[in-house]
């Protein structure tokens, strides 16, 4: 007797509920369901289990996924060169034995899930890795979900919506002007906002990573934007900071970068003393020691007198002097910048001091006027 046994039983179940109908004689055939990438996407939350390697997972997966690896860094390049230099089948009978070796080990990791559990799987192509393990969830009693095309099927999606056109708008504005805080302000205002220096753990400068955690790899990077822009309504604006395609060691997608660039833009303006206030107010706390590694970091293009000036400002605790001397650098790059990629259609916006743009409505009803009047 032949059960086929969908994704809402596993074979243990089954052959269980031949045995309490006294049959002898029970053949399962476990059958696991699949779903399409864009179908995942769509779909509620549920846990992600990525199958592939330790290393596979830290260079970039989906957000929130879980990696229960089948193979080791090590026993995956090992399969790989017995595929390359014996044949498919040699890759495969050593890939079960590695499997086999570890199956306690795999079954403790499913532990953390509930039987009956609804589970998506996947690895790098939706291929063998993640049949292997749909099946041995299944025996577990989880309701297991093979993402079709793993994990290159989402990499792919991702890429393809940072070139789909949204209704940019670009925050610009130079260093201390608290595009940050303004932007902050208009997504609790109901606004579409990404914080790509959030995203990336770095604030942009050479100051930039200073207090910040360890930036992702630019693969999680993207794959952290994806998870955010994938939600955005294209008929409303999104606000973005303005930034170059490098924000630290991370880079922006170059299709996303493009459309920024031809986005039209606000260009923030306060004036010089509550710039100085508002870096005092982000930056004073943070070690004397990192502030000058900082500096020193753009001493060539800061010039030697203006470096020791800082440095001088920096020993006597004198912050506002020293916000002010890297203000004069930040100023000059700015402008310099502007001039070699010089942005159409960046219309000026008086706030009322540094990070705080009163009435707020204003910024707004400005910022839907530029993405309606976009040629």
């Known amino acids: 007797m032949t059960y086929r046994c969908p994704a809402v039983y596993c074979d243990h179940v089954a052959a269980r509920k031949f045995k309490d109908e ?22 509620p939350s549920r846990p992600t289990i990525d199958v592939r390697s330790p290393g596979e997972f830290a260079a970039g997966h989906i957000p929130g996924a879980v990696n229960i690896p089948l193979f080791s860094d090590a026993e995956r390049a090992d399969v790989g060169i017995a595929y390359k230099n014996r044949g498919r089948n040699h890759a495969i009978g050593l890939g079960l034995r590695l499997v086999g070796d570890k199956a306690d080990a795999l079954l ?99 100051f930039g990573g200073i207090g910040q955690p360890v930036q992702p790899t630019v693969e999680q990077f993207e794959n952290e934007l994806f998870k955010c822009w994938r939600l955005l309504d294209p008929n409303r604006p999104v606000w973005l900071e303005d930034e170059s395609q490098s924000i630290g060691k991370v880079n922006l997608p170059l299709s996303l970068w493009k459309q920024m660039r031809a986005a039209p833009g606000i260009f923030a303006e306060a004036d010089r003393q509550s710039r100085i206030e508002l870096l005092v107010r982000e930056y004073g706390d943070l070690p004397a020691n990192a502030l000058g590694d900082a500096i020193g970091r753009v001493k060539k293009r800061l010039g030697g007198l203006r470096y020791q000036q800082a440095m001088a400002a920096l020993e ?42 009163k009435p707020l409505v204003d910024l707004r009803e400005l910022g839907y006027e530029l993405v309606k009047t976009r040629p």
């Open 108 to 206: 403790q990791s499913l532990s953390r899930f509930k039987e009956g559990e609804n589970v998506y799987v996947h690895c790098w192509r939706g291929g063998m890795r993640s049949e292997a393990f749909n099946w041995l969830a299944c025996r577990t009693g989880l309701v297991a979900t093979r993402i079709v095309g793993g994990y290159k099927a989402f990499r792919r999606a991702a890429h393809e919506s940072f070139a789909e056109p949204l209704q940019i708008v670009i925050l610009s504005g130079y260093t201390g002007v608290g595009k940050t805080a303004i932007l902050q302000d208009l997504q609790a205002a109901g606004e579409q906002v990404i914080d790509l220096e959030s995203l990336a753990c770095h604030r942009g400068s050479a």
């Open 22 to 43: 006294s049959c002898s004689k029970t053949e399962v055939i476990v059958i696991t369901e699949t779903i399409e990438i864009q179908d995942y996407l769509k779909s």
């Open 316 to 357: 006597e605790n004198q912050i506002a002097e020293f916000a002010d001397i890297a203000l004069s650098y930040y100023d000059d790059a700015y402008t310099t910048a502007s001039e070699k990629r010089p942005r159409g259609n960046l219309v000026k916006f008086t706030l009322a001091r540094a990070g705080v743009a």
